[in-house]
T-cell receptor, first 112, second 110 residues
Framework: RKEVEQDPGPFNVPEGATVAFNCTYS??????FFWYRQDCRKEPKLLMS???SGNEDGRFTAQLNRASQYISLLIRDSKLSDSATYLC?????????????FGSGTRLQVQP | DADVTQTPRNRITKTGKRIMLECSQT?????MYWYRQDPGLGLRLIYY???????NKGEISDGYSVSRQAQAKFSLSLESAIPNQTALYFC?????????FGPGTRLTVL
């Protein structure tokens, strides 16, 4: 089983729709959690950190479910510019390395 | 100017050649990382360094080596390139757990 798993998609949604992605992680001791956005052939860019209490940034909401070991990203009122690949990243401190482990990404295509 | 720069941005080389990818940062971060990205496999960690004297292997270090010449510079070398090292390579930096990426180097090994 992969340490961090995501549905690769693509998720094809119309403008204005609400879409949600999940990301599951295998190590229950995982600490920090993040969502990154990656445009085609570009570098990943931090979208938001994920806090235990959940957090919101404009149209984006991130949540952590430790019991079921997943994080989620909700995008409301989707824009064409939201089309990208969304990567989740998790820190597993007990692997001995303080570096993020990334999922392979979920592709979102917002259509007019 | 970009905070994290990578050179070259694109490189085509032949099997067996030695190649070096360079990464520089102006963010003042102590931690630096090298990842490779392949379609469907996501980002995989090659090496990372928490300061100039600290070098650590990631999950796929075989066939690669690194050098941390200064706090701001972290180079990745392929001693003898092979075709399955064709990939997009990213350098990243961090001061905490949040990582910031360079623009990437697209490497093709023929």
């Amino acid at each position: 089983r992969k340490e961090v798993e995501q549905d690769p998609g693509p998720f094809n949604v119309p403008e204005g729709a609400t879409v949600a992605f999940n990301c599951t992680y295998s190590n229950s001791a995982s600490q920090s959690f993040f969502w990154y956005r990656q445009d085609c052939r570009k570098e990943p860019k931090l979208l938001m950190s994920v806090y235990s209490s959940g957090n919101e940034d404009g149209r984006f909401t991130a949540q952590l479910n430790r019991a079921s070991q997943y994080i989620s990203l909700l995008i409301r009122d989707s824009k064409l510019s939201d089309s990208a690949t969304y990567l989740c990243a998790v820190l597993h401190p007990d692997t001995g390395r303080r570096a993020l482990t990334f999922g392979s990404g979920t592709r979102l295509q917002v259509q007019p | 100017d970009a905070d994290v720069t990578q050179t070259p941005r694109n490189r085509i080389t032949k099997t067996g050649k030695r190649i070096m990818l360079e990464c520089s940062q102006t963010k003042g971060h102590d931690r630096m990382y090298w990842y490779r990205q392949d379609p469907g496999l996501g980002l995989r960690l090659i090496y990372y360094s928490f300061d100039v004297k600290d070098i650590n292997k990631g999950e796929i270090s075989d066939g690669y080596s690194v050098s941390r010449q200064a706090q701001a510079k972290f180079s990745l070398s392929l001693e003898s390139a092979i075709p399955n090292q064709t990939a997009l390579y990213f350098c990243a930096t961090s001061t905490t757990d949040t990582q910031y990426f360079g623009p990437g180097t697209r490497l093709t090994v023929l």
